[in-house]
């Protein structure tokens, strides 16, 4: 029973990174989308943000 158990906890812990590690993804493609759209939108006194 118990090495099923540690079965069923690694294959959650692997389903639960893997969900981390895509959402991760959108959240640096989001970054990078806002970085480039400063980018291009800056005006004369410089960017909009501030990093």
């Known amino acids: 029973m118990v090495p099923l158990l540690l079965v069923l906890l690694l294959i959650l812990v692997l389903f639960g990174v893997g969900f981390a590690a895509e959402a991760l ?3 640096a ?6 970085w480039v759209l400063g980018f ?12």
């Open 25 to 27: 993804w959108f959240v």
């Open 40 to 51: 291009f939108m800056r005006s004369a006194s410089g960017r909009w943000y501030r990093w």
């Open 29 to 34: 493609i989001a970054v990078l989308v806002l």
